[in-house]
């Protein structure tokens, strides 16, 4: 007898089957249908000895402090800000655009005050702003739109980004400084010793019964529970009863280097010509000193694993079909990317999952994630847990 059955092991599934064995005493039977827990996150040594993502780069970054606290109970965190180039006109280049990818795209020498106005000179007034096109046209003109993102969200969506929802462009800012961070967020950490291992951490609990390998549709009438978590697909869950919901999926080849050392950062996107929108190196992300690298390719592509819904107005109005028809199934409780067909990142699934956990605690707060100020530090002028506190787990 379970009181909760949580299909799938990625960050939803693992941070509700955490809080509810470890603070609310729930026996939870934890399923996926992969071979492993972590979901897109899961990480692991490659046969080189080289710790690599299986699913491509995934990189911790949030401006919540309840978040990071959480997790911090989970893992030691390595400091790490991501920086990614773009492959523009044989160049390598900051891309967010900020001022010296502007200056050393077109050998110019703007000021962060003379590029602003370089940018409203260039920039197509629009009316109204519907499209991923739209938001960047508006902003910085058509020429640094065809050279960094029309080719790149054409591979990324296989559709060009007049027709594709403002939300996907507006996530990307553009900047006048030479601030070349991909995220601002307070906290920029990663896993010190990796996802998978935050993972094994999160889920040591005795009352957390874990089965990989396995379909929940296979399995549902085996067992006895109260309630059910989904974070799979919702249109799965109903057996496409109004058609499937369309998702981007991606395609990796991963391959070893016999040299230290490949690119200079640890993403490089290529938005024109090349058949894969980038290339991750991991050793950037990890910090692991090694004879070799370990690089990967990223294809996107429609056959695979659902990764990305697809912003458009029609596969929106599908999604509110099936979010109706999840209102009638108060014992069933849909959450995550796939579950609410909606482009989160990681920190966004885990503060999704410990609302949905305040929820069916019927409390209002989270008291127990509170870090002593004892037990914090100053990194980067950000108040932190210190490595090594009683917060963490190894």
């Given at each position: 007898?379970f009181d ?7 960050f939803?599934?693992?941070v ?5 064995a470890s ?6 039977l934890?399923?996926d249908k992969?071979n492993h827990?972590?979901?897109?996150a ?6 080189d000895?080289?710790l690599?993502?299986?699913y491509?780069?995934h990189?911790?970054?949030?401006n919540?402090a ?7 109970q989970?893992?030691k ?10 492959s ?6 900051p891309?967010?655009?900020n001022?010296?990818t ?13 590029l602003?106005k ?5 920039g197509?007034?629009k009316?109204?702003i519907?499209?991923s096109?739209d938001v ?5 003109g058509?020429?640094l739109?065809e050279?960094?993102?029309r080719?790149?969200?054409?591979k990324q969506w296989d559709c060009?980004p ?5 939300m ?10 030479q601030?070349d961070?991909?995220f601002t ?6 896993p ?5 291992r ?14 990989l390998n396995t379909?929940?549709?296979d399995?549902k009438?085996f ?11 919702v ?27 490949l690119?200079p950062?640890?993403?490089?996107n ?14 950037h992300?990890?910090?692991?000193e090694?004879?070799?690298t370990s690089?990967t ?5 429609w ?8 912003p ?6 599908l999604y509110?079909?099936?979010?109706a ?11 995550g ?14 503060a ?6 305040k ?6 707060t989270?008291r127990d ?9 100053k ?5 932190v847990?210190k490595i ?7």
């Amino acid at each position: 007898m379970f009181d909760y059955v949580i299909v799938g092991a990625g960050f939803a599934g693992s941070v509700l089957a955490e809080r509810l064995a470890s603070q609310s005493g729930k026996k939870v039977l934890l399923l996926d249908k992969r071979n492993h827990i972590g979901g897109n996150a899961y990480d692991f040594y490659n046969e080189d000895g080289i710790l690599i993502h299986k699913y491509g780069p995934h990189i911790f970054h949030t401006n919540s402090a309840e978040v990071f606290n959480y997790l911090s109970q989970f893992t030691k965190w390595r400091e790490y800000e991501h920086r990614v180039l773009a492959s523009v006109d044989d160049k390598l280049l900051p891309i967010p655009i900020n001022l010296d990818t502007v200056n050393k795209l077109y050998n110019r020498n703007f000021t962060s005050e003379e590029l602003a106005k370089y940018f409203e000179e260039v920039g197509e007034k629009k009316d109204e702003i519907r499209t991923s096109e739209d938001v960047v046209v508006s902003q910085i003109g058509r020429d640094l739109y065809e050279k960094f993102f029309r080719g790149y969200t054409r591979k990324q969506w296989d559709c060009d980004p007049s027709e594709l929802d403002k939300m996907v462009t507006s996530r990307i800012p553009t900047r006048t400084n030479q601030d070349d961070r991909y995220f601002t967020d307070e906290f920029q950490f990663m896993p010190l010793l990796g996802y998978t291992r935050m993972f094994e951490n999160m889920l040591n609990h005795p009352n957390i019964h874990i089965m990989l390998n396995t379909n929940f549709a296979d399995v549902k009438d085996f067992f006895d529970y109260d309630q059910v978590i989904y974070t799979g697909p919702v249109d799965e869950y109903f057996d496409y009863c109004y058609g499937k919901l369309p998702y981007r999926s991606l395609c990796f080849e991963h391959t070893t280097l016999d040299m230290p050392q490949l690119q200079p950062v640890a993403v490089v996107n290529y938005p024109n010509s090349e058949n894969f929108t980038r290339i991750t190196e991991y050793k950037h992300l990890t910090g692991q000193e090694h004879t070799k690298t370990s690089i990967t390719y990223e294809y996107p592509c429609w056959d695979g694993d659902p990764y990305y819904p697809v912003p458009k107005p029609e596969n929106a109005e599908l999604y509110q079909k099936y979010k109706a028809m999840t209102e009638l199934l108060p014992n069933v409780h849909f959450v995550g990317r796939l579950g609410t067909y909606k482009y989160y990142n990681m920190d966004q699934v885990v503060a999704q999952a410990l609302t949905l956990y305040k929820k069916l605690s019927g409390i209002d707060t989270l008291r127990d994630l509170a870090v002593p100020k004892a037990n914090k530090t100053k990194v980067n002028g950000s108040a932190v847990p210190k490595i090594g506190s009683p917060v963490f787990k190894g």
